[in-house]
């Protein structure tokens, strides 16, 4: 058994041929690290140049009369920012489906990757460090010396078999654990590396969870096309934005390159493109120019009229150079039932749509219901809010390629099944009779309307609120105290490598579990925070999805 460790490279914003083959080699050893420490051959797994494979656990297939295609922005699962994400909930909402593009998936960060790189030293280094113990062992004649070396051996040969289980897996295996709970066939293909607007950003991965019972990847001829040594079998990749297919270089101008994948449904084969489209765009004035040439062939945004603006541009500049693509990948490939699953980051009233949706003949823009969860109970009008704000996910179709499919619903957790378990399960606040008519002073950490109608729910986690709107229930407070003595018991059993020797891992124990009550739990008693457990415990969006015959 090997396992390699890969150097961290400065990689530069060119995302040059060279840049992407040294952090898709970082990524694959990671995949290769999950494989032998984390799926330990509960299931199959591929660690390709293309995409990483982790294969169903069993794969009876069936004919369907219909699926569920999803989308669904799962809000960096596995990092503090989702510390208290609910993965079973999470699958219980994702198992409704049958291929899901997920967005926003992420490798180990932080002190979990910290930990891993210190296992897997360990781990390569055993080897050595059990040849040095049993050498010097040998040179011994004092009895005491000798059985003070041969605990020293027996130790590390012990840390060494259990620092196996001292690997963390990432938030999208821990999502595909609690999915082959409910169904052995899940199975999913993620991109093969992540990727970010700026060096040193966030660096996403996109990925398609798949019900291996009634979808199955098959071959892409793109994928193929372009395929190099060591990409697996071509059933998906990123698609290619450069000059050869596209007729100009466009990889500078997406923060997040759009992954594909083809699966067939029955007889029937079809193929989905995902990505999570810039939200601030981060080029200077030059790159700027670029792109709006390339894309909209003028100079300037005044020529574009209505609804596009320097805060959406870029938005708009991503969508409809990935319409461009797949209008040519059907056109060229005669494959045409294509569609486009994306986070946009874009209304759907806006104006502009139509010029955008003019790259991809015969396209509609389906999702029109808000989906995306709003923190606060109330707007300054005194309105409420419902918990939602901004359709941002949609698709994009040909609709007479797609006959069987119709226009999609959004998965609002507040008004699905789903309510009553998360309710049961996290809420602790009693509710105060005419509450709603009562006029509040949201005070300074209240987000602004126009924060809530125009930006993502914030990523960061504030400082404590201090005002307080709804009582505590005595049962509220009994289930409170019981997460956090649960999380406390998880914490601490949590174990590291330092000083090569496993270690209890007390990393921030104190700060996570104030994280917990407040994030969770005592926000829920305040206005402005009213609803923003919810996205602590699933996701900032809801799901998207479209119902298909084929």
Known sequence: MSF??????????????????????????????NETL???????????????????????????????????????????????KDYGMVAKIINQYDIVSALELLAVVGRDEQNNRAVLEFIIDAPNVQAKLKAERLKLKDASKIQEIEFKIAKHYNDTRAAYDLYRAPGYLKILKELKKLDPSWALLLSPRGDSALVGSVEELTGYFYRGSTATPTLNPHCKEYAEEGAGTPYACFINLTQSFMGRDLVQHFARRPFMASFKVNSTKITLVTSHVVFTYSGDEDA?????????????????????????????????????FMERYKRKYKDPKIMFLSDMNLVSKNV?????????????????????????????????????????????????????????????????????????????????????????????????????????VPPVDDPATVKLEYPLTPKGQ????????????????????????????????????????RRVFLRQLTNPFYHRFMQEVLSDHFPVALTCKF
Not at 5 to 33: F, G, N, P, R
């Open 4 to 33: 390699a460790l890969h150097a961290e490279a400065e990689v530069s914003l060119t995302k040059s041929l060279e840049d992407d083959a040294a952090k898709i080699a970082q990524y694959q050893a990671k995949c290769e690290a």
């Open 38 to 84: 984390v799926v330990d051959k509960a299931y199959g797994v591929g660690c390709f140049t293309n995409y990483n494979h982790y294969l169903p656990t069993k794969n009876i297939i069936k004919n369907s009369q219909s699926i569920r295609i999803a989308n669904y922005n799962l809000l960096h699962p596995g990092t503090s920012k989702a510390l208290f």
């Open 288 to 324: 700027t120019k670029d792109l709006l040439k390339k894309t909209f062939s003028v100079e300037s945004l005044d020529e574009l009229g209505p609804g596009i603006n320097l805060s959406n541009f870029a938005r708009f500049a991503e969508v409809k150079n990935t319409l461009e």
């Open 352 to 456: 502009f749509w139509p010029e955008v949706l003019k790259a991809f003949s015969g396209s509609e823009l389906l999702i029109t219901e808000a989906s995306t969860l709003s923190p606060t109970r109330y707007l300054s009008t005194g309105k409420e809010t419902g918990g939602i704000v901004n359709d941002y996910d949609h698709f994009v179709l040909d609709k007479k390629t797609f006959p069987g499919c119709d226009n999609g619903e959004v998965y609002n957790y507040f008004q699905k099944g789903i309510i009553k378990e998360i309710e049961q399960k996290y809420v602790i606040r009693q509710e105060i009779v005419g509450l709603k008519n009562k006029s509040f002073n949201f005070g300074p950490e209240a987000p602004i309307e126009s924060e809530i109608l125009e930006g993502d």
């Open 478 to 517: 009994s289930k409170m105290d019981k997460f956090v003595m649960n999380f406390d018991k998880y914490l601490n059993s949590l174990q590291t490598i330092k000083n090569n020797q496993i270690v209890t891992d007390s990393f921030q124990i104190t700060e996570r579990l104030d994280g917990l009550r």
